[in-house]
């Protein structure tokens, strides 16, 4: 119940190159060196203290509203707790890094804000890879979207409008081929001397 809320995702589209006859590379000496880090930090416990200077910051960026904030609709409801509870666990983990001092630090506030601003730039492209629209699908949603706009104001749809919608249901990289081809087949038409554009082919969409 509300588990994912609690956790943050990441994610990377590209998986590693490995080779399936490669060289086998023993990694048992760094597994060994994690688990014991491990087993270290499990037998920590105390209160976590803050010295000044991480204080001062935290209060700082308080202040200023934990810019920059990630503005994607999926993250409402996440962003009132990336300030208060993300980036103090995270600073948290900075601090265990580190050593057995049970000390946060001003390094470890900017460690953690750093951490964190990195895996909210991912989190759009984690939504639209988990949405797995096929190249039709989206098109198809995109024209009933721009076709619906364009029947209640009868002007022409800015093409950063319709970039802007397709970049949230596809990834970034093929947003711009998605609307070119929608153009080369007549969906879409493009303005005389602009970058608006009307969406045409009804029949074809089943629109009356």
């Not at 666990?89 to 050593?99: I, N, Q, Y």
């Not at 970034?172 to 070119?180: G, L, Q």
């Amino acid at each position: 119940m509300g588990w994912t809320s609690r956790m943050l995702m990441v994610y990377s589209s590209t998986m590693p190159d490995v080779a399936l006859f490669g060289e086998y590379k023993n990694m048992d000496s760094l597994q060994k060196r994690l688990v014991a880090k491990l087993n270290d930090c499990a037998d920590y416990y105390g209160e976590m203290k803050w010295d000044a200077a991480a204080i001062a910051d935290m209060e700082r960026w308080r202040k200023d509203k934990w810019g920059p904030i990630p503005d994607h609709p999926k993250l409402a409801n996440y962003v009132p707790r990336r300030g208060t509870i993300f980036a103090v666990k995270l600073a948290m983990v900075s601090a265990m890094s580190r050593g057995e001092e049970l000390a946060i630090r001003l390094q470890d506030v900017e460690r953690a804000r750093g951490w964190l601003l990195e895996i909210e730039a991912l989190m759009p492209q984690i939504f639209r890879d988990m949405i797995m629209r096929s190249d039709d699908q989206v098109i198809e949603e995109t024209f009933q979207y721009l076709f619906s706009m364009y029947m209640k104001a009868r002007t022409p749809i800015a093409g950063a409008t319709i970039l802007r919608f397709l970049s949230q249901r596809t990834p970034a990289e093929k947003a711009e081929k998605i609307m070119s081809l929608m153009e080369k087949s007549g969906i879409l038409e493009r303005q005389a001397g602009s970058d608006n554009y009307v969406p045409r082919a009804r029949e074809l969409h089943g629109v009356g």
